[in-house]
């Protein structure tokens, strides 16, 4: 395992003081799954003193020494270096209420989550591997080291991290961590919104996401509690051969990997139960279900406490993901100066996996909507005039047809609405002609 030559040293440092010094964790992780590894920690036998001792000639922050932590700056890195550890009981259910120290790297492995993050190496011991991690690695299993109640029961948001890890690495979990996972999924609630979130926001983008949501409902339905109203959901329509959780689950798999495609696909149907009616057919509506899925979104994004811009984002997508798709340039330009380039987008994105995950009829209609996206982007490139600061006249040049008021205003938005349209150029005297003309209209009325 080749290390930056500044981590090197820093482990030959330790050792020629005295020290046992090894590079711990993803970064080892990492690179027996051919990854490049990028942030390298390391764990030692000297006690903290003893590190800032051998590094007094260098900057050491104390950034958690209570826990054995301190951060030393080396020619021009930064590195984490932490003693060897045996945690304490954990009465909070996220961190150790304290810590031992011990001289053994076996004690240090023994407390970490998975066996494929309990792997050390030194360049000249070579691997230490006491719970098997090379080999679950390879074999694609993720195995939480020791008893998985005792992992899970120390800190909750191991669950999260068991689901992001086969997410995004596409591993399988092993039975006995997969039943502690459902088990402790309620102990997410000692957990900081602000965590849940990060950790949700990473595993939704992985390349497994739909077998993780479906084998997991539960620990979902724990995050978001209405979903779980949409497990077993028979939706009663022709247009689906799933039930509503399998369909959510189907239709994030086909969203873009990106945070906002994949929540808005994760919620993009959740306030669907509440607005079902039957047909005289039989056939199940969900008339306005949009605008009340974009509203219990809204306020699920306000509990995970998501940033603003992405909460914002997420629920216009949601709000407007079953728009009328219409390949014409008039329609095309209105929603362009509705919802903006980027937006309008995800919104045609949103469609295709929708349409993605419902009957193999329902997939007919995505070419359509990528002819739309096409369109959008050649409108996008001829730079159109699509809101009124883009309008060759402002307010004041309308003072002399009409006083600052709410009419001028008005006169503005029909301005900009029939340049949209494309029945009127963005010119400075044909956009006052019409202004007069607008007016006048207006005060015959």
Known sequence: ME???????????????????????GCVRDYLMGYAPHDFDITTSALPNETKRVFADVKVIETGIKHGTVTVLYKGMSTEITTYRVDGSYSDGRH????????SIKDDLSRRDFTMNG???NPKRGFVDPFGGADDIESGVIRCIGDPDKRFGEDALRVLRALRFSAV???SIEERTAKAIVFHRKDLRRVSAERVFAELKRLLCGK????VLLNYSLVFAEIIPPLKEEIGYDQGSKYHNSTLYEHTARAVEAALPTAEMRLAMLLHDIGKPERRTVGEDGECHYYGHAEVSAA????????LKSDNALRVRVVEIVRYHDIPVDTSRKYIRRQLAKHGAEVFEDIMNAHIADDSAKQDFCRERIQKTREVLAIAKEISQETPCLSVKLLDISGKDLRDIVPPSPLMGDILSKLL???????????????LKRAAEIKDNISKQ
Request: negative net charge; aromatic residues 10%.
């Open 3 to 25: 290390l930056p030559f500044q981590i090197q040293e820093v482990l030959e440092r330790l050792e020629i003081a005295g020290f046992e010094a090894y590079v711990v964790g």
């Open 96 to 103: 150790p209420d304290a810590v031992s120290f011990s001289r």
């Open 119 to 121: 792997i050390a190496f």
């Open 169 to 171: 690495l596409g591993f």
């Open 208 to 211: 497994n996401i739909k077998s």
């Open 296 to 303: 219990m979104a809204d306020e699920i994004l306000r509990d």
């Open 417 to 431: 609405e029939e340049v949209i349209d494309e029945k009127l150029p963005s010119e400075k005297s044909a956009l």
